[in-house]
C-alpha cells in the first residue's frame, strides 16, 4: 500500500538566498498596495452610481482592503523575522508531497520518522 507524507522543504540562508527573499517580500507587498489604490478607485466609482447602497460598497471595499494591509502587516513581521536571522539559518519553505510505500512489517516509525529536503541556494543539499 501506497500513503502520501507531507514533507518540509527547508532552505538554508546564504546572502544570495536572503536577498531574493527580501525582494520577494517587497514586491509582494507593492502588489499588495496597488491592489488597495485600485480598491479605493472602484469604490468611489461605484458609490457615485444611482441605486446602489453608499454603505453597503463602502463595507464590501473595506472588507477587501483589510484583508490586503492584513497581510502587508505579516508582510512586513515577516521581513523584520528575516533580518533577525544569521547567514545559515534553515528556514521552511514549504512542503512537497512523497508517495510512502507501507506493508505489512514495515518500521511505522521509520516510514513516519521526521524527514525534509534541505535546499541551499535553489540546488538540494540533503534528503533527510
Request: glycine share 4%; charged share 35%; with cysteine.
Amino acid at each position: 500500500m501506497k500513503i502520501i507524507q507531507k514533507i518540509p522543504v527547508k532552505q538554508i540562508l546564504t546572502e544570495a538566498s536572503k536577498n531574493k527573499l527580501e525582494h520577494s517580500f517587497y514586491e509582494n507587498k507593492q502588489q499588495l498596495e496597488q491592489e488597495c489604490q485600485q480598491l479605493l478607485f472602484e469604490q468611489k466609482k461605484l458609490q457615485n452610481k444611482k441605486g446602489v447602497s453608499k454603505e453597503e460598497v463602502y463595507k464590501r471595499f473595506q472588507k477587501e482592503i483589510t484583508k490586503r494591509k492584513d497581510k502587508m502587516k505579516w508582510l512586513d513581521f515577516q521581513l523584520e523575522q528575516l533580518n533577525i536571522l544569521p547567514i545559515g539559518s534553515e528556514i521552511t519553505e514549504g512542503e512537497v508531497e512523497s508517495l510512502v510505500e507501507v506493508a505489512e512489517g514495515s518500521n511505522w516509525d521509520e516510514i513516519i520518522d521526521d524527514k525534509a529536503i534541505i535546499v541551499k541556494d535553489g540546488i538540494v543539499i540533503q534528503i533527510k
